[in-house]
């Protein structure tokens, strides 16, 4: 398992799985492609022979960024793939500067909902109706 930096070259493969890990509202490449040349935005992947198995991305101003993207694919979750993911997005995002840290999650992702708590993200509150399908989203917030 190999961990770096996304490359434009990456943004298809990542399109990809987000249309796999996320069929009703994944970013295309053009969403990702913008973050990724907006300066202020980097994301992390792991791959596996060549393929990418996880990624996650993260924006940031000033002393605040919001965990945008991080998704496993199927047969490698369950493995500490997104807490290598997050644990390189943490790190790069101190030495950003970055002091606090948001995400929104579906209230229906009881997996994800865990993740996050047991790393350290507190619930702040939901937004109605957030995602296209009309679910609610619960904002978190981890303090660097």
């Known amino acids: 398992m190999n961990g770096r930096f996304w490359t434009f070259e990456d943004l298809n493969e990542i399109a990809e799985l987000e249309r796999e890990c996320f069929p009703d509202d994944a970013w295309n490449v053009r969403m990702l492609a913008e973050a990724f040349l907006s300066g202020h935005f980097f994301g992390v992947l792991l791959e596996e022979d060549g393929v990418v198995t996880a990624y996650g991305g993260l924006n940031y101003a000033e002393d605040e960024g919001e965990l945008e993207l991080i998704a496993t694919a199927e047969m490698y979750r369950r493995c500490g793939r997104a807490k290598r993911v997050l644990d390189d997005l943490v790190k790069e995002a ?3 500067g970055v002091k606090k840290l948001f995400l929104e999650v579906r209230v229906s992702n009881s997996a994800a909902l865990m993740f996050y708590l047991n790393y350290g993200f ?7 109706r957030y995602y296209a399908n009309g679910e609610d989203a619960i904002v978190m917030k981890k303090e660097l």
């Open 94 to 96: 101190k030495k950003k």
């Open 122 to 128: 507190q619930g702040l509150y939901a937004r109605s």
